[in-house]
């Protein structure tokens, strides 16, 4: 079991784009080998989307799946440093690598602003003819194409089956899956099966097309059509031409392959499970009891032992021992004293500072208590500190006083396998004298 936690928990160690490439990769491969060579185009227009979706929002959404029991001691606290006692260390090629990635976005980002400023232009300074629906304008720069519900056709004379192809674009909103294929190459501009992608989502636009007309026309006429409309003049990515990927469309068309509309479906849902299973658990930290934010720590000497007295009596007119056996304690309750104070940590909790408090309670017999706690012990320290601007050193003898019940609480923590070093510091500073 804990194999396949670590198994399964891999990539909680990858940076962001590590993970979204991985992801990218394992959903496109069986898209490229299977799904793009069957007959299930709007199967295939919704999983290249969804794709797009999981590989920008999956490394950020994961399920907590695997616990990790914690203890008290593992849980780190927050030490305030100042900052000027941090030296920060900058890897220059985090930002070289930061500043080439950034540099992409802003100009594919430009680019992609200056794109449709230009049809949006072009659009706006055209008169248009409304027609079941659809804005067409003539005589425009771009070839047949279309964007959202506005037609672009070069003259009045337009093959009526290139109108009807325009038409299924605007009518199925492919423009909107242009525009979002663009915003995904430019946060993956790195990454070649971004480019891709892009391109498989125009070709299955295209695909839907042919696929509806295809019925109500015979493939070889409209096939024809197309060989004799093949323009090159392609001046904007994110709208649909009509004379995209001529020769896979014709071959598509021509393929006489049954739907399997089931299987692919369920291929699809193993593909984004599989995915789901592989990146989509972590672990969370759990602790014994939702008690440990007041929890009770107790530092207590060991109980004394039971003290077993014999005691012989001399019968003096007798003359004969009289023995008796008296079992008694070293240190009776009222010959104790103990010791209780708080001490107040911050620590992280999943994720979130929370302030915590403890018991701390030390358990003497009063006699080893009256013996240590006025008894002082002196150590003398060396401090050697170095002036960073005259690169002096100053030499510091340091006197410490301690009582000796303090000192012996702070020896007894340090031989422990792991020592509260919080509470050591707290110890020092209420036995310092």
């Not at 989502?201 to 696929?211: K, L, P």
């Not at 007309?213 to 006429?221: G, M, R």
């Not at 004379?243 to 089931?262: G, T, Y």
């Not at 849902?269 to 939702?290: D, H, N, R, T, W």
């Amino acid at each position: 079991m804990k194999h396949l936690q670590e198994i399964l928990t891999f990539h909680e160690y990858f940076p962001y784009f590590l993970e979204s490439s991985v992801i990218l990769c394992l959903l496109f491969a069986p898209f490229h080998l299977y799904f793009s060579r069957e007959k299930t185009f709007r199967q295939n227009r919704f999983y290249l989307l969804f794709v797009m979706f999981v590989v920008l929002i999956g490394p950020l959404l994961k399920l907590n799946v695997f616990p990790v029991m914690m203890d008290t001691s593992q849980i780190p606290i927050i030490q305030r440093i100042s900052a000027q006692n941090v030296d920060k260390q900058i890897n220059t090629n985090e930002i070289n690598l930061l500043f080439i990635y950034f540099l992409g976005v802003v100009l594919l980002s430009v680019r992609l602003i200056l794109q449709l400023s230009k049809i949006a232009i072009y659009i706006l300074r055209s008169e248009c003819v409304k027609l079941d629906g659809y804005k067409l304008i003539f005589g425009s720069s771009f070839p047949v194409s279309s964007f959202f519900n506005y037609i672009l056709l070069p003259s009045e004379k337009v093959n009526p089956i290139l109108l009807e192809h325009e038409k299924i674009h605007a009518s199925e909103f492919h423009s909107i899956d242009k525009i979002l294929c663009e915003i995904f190459k430019i946060v993956f501009w790195f990454h070649p099966i971004a480019y891709l992608l892009d391109r498989a989502v125009t070709i299955n636009h295209e695909y839907i097309c042919d696929e509806t007309l295809s019925q109500k026309y015979t493939i070889k006429h409209y096939a024809s059509i197309i060989l004799q409309e093949i323009q090159v003049n392609r001046k904007n990515s994110f709208i649909n031409h009509f004379h995209s990927f001529i020769k896979k469309r014709i071959l598509m068309m021509s393929n006489k392959k049954i739907q399997k509309n089931l299987r692919v479906t369920l291929l699809m849902g193993a593909s984004f499970l599989c995915v789901f299973v592989l990146f989509g658990f972590k672990k969370y930290q759990v602790y014994p009891s939702s008690s440990h934010f007041n929890a009770e720590q107790s530092d207590t000497i060991p109980e004394p032992k039971n003290l077993v007295d014999t005691i012989i009596t001399l019968d003096p007119i007798t003359l004969k021992e009289n023995v008796k056996v008296v079992k008694r304690m070293a240190a009776s309750d009222s010959e104790t004293i103990t010791l209780s104070d708080t001490l107040f940590k911050e620590m992280v909790v999943d994720g979130r500072i929370c302030k915590t408090q403890n018991i701390i309670s030390n358990t003497f017999p009063k006699d080893y208590y009256d013996q240590n706690i006025s008894k002082i012990l002196v150590s003398t320290d060396t401090l050697i500190s170095l002036d960073l601007e005259t690169m002096k050193e100053e030499v510091k003898i340091v006197t410490n006083k301690i009582s000796k019940l303090y000192k012996d609480l702070i020896d007894a923590e340090l031989e422990k396998s792991s020592p509260d070093f919080e509470l050591i510091k707290y110890w020092e500073g209420r036995g310092a004298k």
